[in-house]
């Protein structure tokens, strides 16, 4: 529970503060200058001193509409600004300040530290020399002679910098700009500038971080947005790209590069959308139509070709379209050799192709740069089954059908194997006996490809009809050889009669 001593605690804590707003509301905020303003004032230095900005802002605020010559309450409000991080909030402020009041050196000297800032040197240098020549205490004089020093310093970089961008000397004129900018960091000509050297040496990185800087500081840079949007486009982020461009055009509907480039970025982006909702709905040969549509929309982009290879490779993986898969995805390995859901995508199209040597190796490889994969440590377990069951038996193999035959075809494969090693057939008995070990082969064969439960525990690399490989598990033996197989007819008519007991 509360003590009542915490409660009036509380309670005592708050009288005065209420007492100020009562008798606020019965002064009445706008009444000229018969002493409400100087009771904003108060509070709002109060506030200030308490951390309490946003209550101090709406104080000096009131100050000012109750005295518009006031030029402590101009003053006051541009402190608020400053320590919220407004400088553009605070800048007219300390002008109307300067403008009331000339000598009031203290806000000179942080009007020329802001203009500074923001790369304006000349009115900058304009503030401390004033300053300078205004009689100021030893503090004031010491800073703005100090800065003073800093802008002709930073004058002499700018032109510099200017130079060695003109020459195409990249490097030099972004290391420059460094120097300028860790003193004018609201200079937005020079993060553009930065921007663009950073743009032609390939770090695009340092560019966007610029550009997004730059957007921020003046608030109506559509062309920062337009090249935000078009290095994330370059780079592949076709989303990113997106949100960048509709924001040029939210502060200029008409602009003709961000329009123009919207148009492309939103066609891709739904292309690309399409294809994806495609492949979760397991159509994956539209979904290979639908980014081979993508790379005809931007052929230019290299990572666009780059993206719509790597889904058309899961995709055709996806759909046990093994040739192909492995075709597309070998290129986009060639240009990114460590894409590991690339190398999952070729190792499964391997499997499917029984190439279990290959697949082993790309999940091998995508282990190493994705060590707690459980996708690629399962991968690399059945490859390495698959492979050791490949010298064994392969039911596949011996009814001459590929892993991804329907039921049908494997029927229609059995049937055809059964009349050819029918051992009736056969008179010699070396040719009879071999006869009857092949065809029951075959009959195992088809046992095992056409029960679904023994087919995927063959698929991944279990024999159900070997009891080594099923360790335990229940399994199914022919007995008896050929002559256990009494009066089944596997064609379903014809001369032979025999038939297959199952323990």
């Excluded at 032609?200 to 062309?223: F, R």
Aim: hydrophobic share 35%; proline share 3%.
């Amino acid at each position: 529970m509360v003590s009542i001593d915490h409660v009036a605690h509380k309670i005592l804590t708050y009288i005065p503060y209420v007492l100020v707003l009562i008798d606020m509301r019965y002064e009445g905020v706008n009444c000229g200058k018969d002493g409400s303003v100087d009771n904003h004032m108060e509070m709002g230095k109060k506030l200030l001193a308490a951390g309490q900005l946003a209550d101090a802002l709406s104080h000096f605020h009131a100050a000012v509409d109750g005295d518009p010559k006031n030029y402590m309450a101009y003053y006051r409000r541009a402190t608020v600004f400053l320590a919220m991080g407004k400088s553009k909030s605070a800048l007219p402020d300390l002008s109307r300040v300067i403008e009331l009041k000339p000598d009031f050196t203290s806000a000179r000297l942080q009007r020329g530290n802001l203009l500074l800032k923001q790369g304006k040197l000349d009115e900058a240098e304009s503030d401390f020399k004033k300053v300078l020549k205004s009689n100021p205490s030893d503090k004031e004089e010491k800073e703005a002679q100090s800065q003073l020093t800093k802008s002709d310093e930073i004058q002499r970089l700018v032109a510099q910098s200017r130079s060695s961008f003109s020459s195409k000397d990249y490097m030099t004129a972004a290391a420059q700009l460094d120097t300028i900018i860790e003193t004018c960091v609201w200079d937005v000509t020079s993060r553009e500038m930065r921007a663009e050297c950073f743009i032609q040496m390939g770090e695009m990185g340092k560019a966007i971080s610029d550009l997004k800087a730059a957007s921020k500081l003046k608030s109506d840079n559509t062309q920062a947005f337009y090249k935000l949007s078009t290095i994330y486009y370059n780079l592949g982020d076709h989303e990113m790209s997106l949100n960048e461009v509709r924001e040029c055009l939210k502060l200029d509907p008409d602009h003709k590069q961000c329009f123009s480039h919207y148009k492309q970025v939103k066609k891709l982006n739904k292309q690309i959308q399409s294809a994806e909702e495609l492949i979760q709905e397991q159509r994956y040969e539209d979904a290979v139509s639908k980014y081979e549509a993508v790379m005809k929309t931007e052929p230019n982009v290299h990572h666009f070709t780059l993206l719509a290879k790597e889904r058309m490779c899961h995709a055709l993986a996806q759909g046990q379209q093994a040739s192909r898969a492995i075709t597309v995805c070998s290129e986009v390995l060639q240009s990114d050799p460590e894409n590991v859901n690339v190398l999952k995508n070729r190792a499964e199209a391997y499997i499917q192709e029984e190439q279990y040597e290959e697949a082993i190796k790309d999940y091998e490889t995508a282990g190493k740069h994705s060590e707690n994969d459980r996708q690629i440590k399962e991968g690399l377990e059945r490859a390495q089954r698959l492979l050791k069951q490949s010298q064994k038996r392969d039911y596949y193999k011996i009814l001459g059908v590929k892993r991804t035959a329907q039921k049908k075809e494997i029927i229609k494969a059995y049937r055809k194997l059964a009349q050819q090693w029918h051992p009736d057939n056969f008179q010699d008995p070396e040719e009879k006996k071999r006869a009857e070990k092949k065809f029951i082969d075959i009959a195992q064969a088809k046992e095992v490809l056409t029960d679904p439960d023994m087919r995927t525990k063959f698929d991944h690399g279990e024999d159900p009809m070997d009891p080594e490989s099923q360790q335990g598990h229940h399994h199914h033996n022919f007995h008896g050889g050929f002559h256990g197989f009494q009066g089944f007819n596997p064609f379903g008519s014809g001369p032979f009669n025999f038939k297959f007991n199952f323990n």
